[in-house]
């Protein structure tokens, strides 16, 4: 019994010494924006302490410990650290149609380690990747989480996977290459089956294919893939697991299969109708609309080796999913910011807040997307998304106004993931 006391107040004394020991960071600044309002509050202070937001408030109102370290941004406004909800974080524009089978399997992983260093330090410390070959995304989140590679927060998917022939399959060689994806699903059963694998070896979302694609060969955007059964058994075994579920749909009835299937985020959404607007409304669905890549695959596609068909097809969906875009949020569907970083060069992620402004976003609902919205999606809204107490300590800090010009996101002064200095005075930052 005394031993057992002992190892109590040894095991106590160890958690109180670490208390005493950790980090405390004191953030202030010009101004902070409540995302949640779109309030203004003037010289802020953020402190966090041991990774996790412990205050906030006005200067002078807030006690800041002894021993903190002090960070003052003259001239810097605050919000929270922004979300990309659909990235492809092992993936590159520059190797685009066949130009990527120049390269060894594991090369990608390299591209993965560059890509997280630039969407973080681009201000976005959370991005969920919804497909990624090798696993390749699992390896680099423990990189990320144990302190071997600087990136942001990570939600990984693994691989995304669809029916046979569809646009997550392997469809730009003939028979005798034999190449298929590896997680192909023509059955609820065998969506099942994947289900339960990819979780098994670090999915923590899970991404099918609903319908054709933009950049797949020989299918069409709009053309339906999966079940609506297939669609079903996948997402009640997914939630039954814990796991959210996005589905990349194109074309319309896939879109309305997909929400009555009870999927969460329906991805792209560029083709959609009257009755998928309804039904996203109805079911709480969010819409991840990725309105910006098509300026950049148009003007550097061809050069980068996207096949005809391809750009083709991205010039002849382009302006309609964003017109759709418009007209799913004046309707009231439930928007969140997903860019298809990989599409177009990693780090460039903000330049979509723009377009969105352009389509009918006020510069708060955009920044919105990318931050309590989209932490909301996630099942994150207690860690990320704002700057409240308990939420971790990512901060993002920008000069001029951001809710009215919402480029000064493109270019930001200052990041923070965690407590951790990664950018300041628009220069990087390694904090080891």
């Given at each position: 019994?005394?031993?057992k ?12 010494a ?12 010009d101004?902070?924006i409540?995302?949640e309002?779109g ?6 202070v953020?402190?966090i302490?041991?990774?996790?937001i412990?205050?906030?408030?006005v ?24 979300i990309?909800?659909?990235v ?5 524009p520059?190797?685009s ?12 992983m ?14 976005f ?9 090798d ?25 995304a996977?669809?029916?046979?022939g ?12 034999n190449?298929?994806?590896p ?12 289900v ?48 959210k ?26 083709l ?8 996203a409304?109805?079911?709480?669905s ?9 300026d ?5 596609g ?9 750009l ?8 309609i999913q ?15 910011f ?26 708060l ?5 990318a931050?309590?919205?989209?932490s909301?999606?996630?099942g994150?809204k ?16 920008v000069?001029g ?32």
């Amino acid at each position: 019994m005394i031993m057992k006391h002992l190892l109590l107040l040894t095991a106590a004394l160890s958690v109180l010494a670490s208390a005493a020991h950790a980090k405390t960071v004191a953030v202030t600044a010009d101004k902070l924006i409540e995302v949640e309002t779109g309030k203004v509050v003037p010289h802020p202070v953020v402190v966090i302490t041991d990774g996790r937001i412990t205050a906030e408030g006005v200067q002078g109102q807030v006690a800041i410990p002894t021993d903190a370290e002090k960070v003052d941004l003259p001239g810097v406004t605050l919000l929270p650290g922004l979300i990309d909800m659909h990235v492809h974080i092992d993936s590159t524009p520059e190797f685009s149609g066949y130009n990527y089978l120049q390269m060894s399997d594991r090369f990608w992983m390299t591209v993965a380690v560059k890509n997280a260093r630039k969407t973080l330090q681009a201000g976005f410390t959370t991005v969920r990747n919804v497909g990624s070959d090798d696993f390749n995304d699992v390896g680099l989140r423990e990189g990320i989480d144990n302190g071997y590679v600087i990136g942001p927060r990570m939600v990984t998917a693994t691989y995304a996977f669809g029916a046979t022939g569809g646009h997550c399959d392997e469809t730009y060689f003939p028979p005798s290459f034999n190449a298929h994806g590896p997680y192909n699903v023509d059955s609820p059963e065998e969506g099942v089956k994947t289900v339960r694998t990819l979780k098994k070896y670090g999915a923590t979302v899970i991404k099918i294919c609903a319908t054709g694609g933009v950049f797949s060969r020989g299918d069409t955007p709009g053309a339906q893939q999966l079940s609506l059964a297939e669609m079903k058994a996948i997402v009640d075994e997914a939630h039954m697991d814990g796991l959210k579920v996005a589905a990349h749909a194109h074309g319309a009835s896939g879109i309305a299969d997909a929400i009555r299937a009870g999927v969460d985020t329906i991805e792209h959404a560029s083709l959609v109708d009257d009755e998928g607007i309804r039904l996203a409304v109805q079911h709480g669905s969010y819409f991840s609309m990725d309105i910006y890549n098509t300026d950049y695959t148009q003007s550097e596609g061809a050069k980068n080796g996207v096949l005809p068909e391809n750009l083709k097809k991205d010039a002849d969906i382009g302006e309609i999913q964003r017109e759709n875009f418009r007209k799913s949020l004046k309707a009231g569907v439930k928007m969140i910011f997903g860019t298809d970083a990989g599409i177009y060069p990693h780090g460039d992620n903000a330049r979509q807040f723009a377009v969105m402004v352009r389509y009918g976003a006020t510069p708060l609902q955009a920044i919105q997307t990318a931050t309590v919205t989209a932490s909301e999606a996630l099942g994150w809204k207690d860690d990320v998304g704002s700057l409240k107490v308990g939420h971790y300590g990512d901060i993002v800090g920008v000069t001029g106004d951001p809710l009215s010009d919402v480029t000064v996101l493109e270019h930001p002064a200052f990041v923070m993931k965690g407590g951790d200095i990664y950018k300041r005075d628009g220069k990087p930052v390694d904090p080891s």
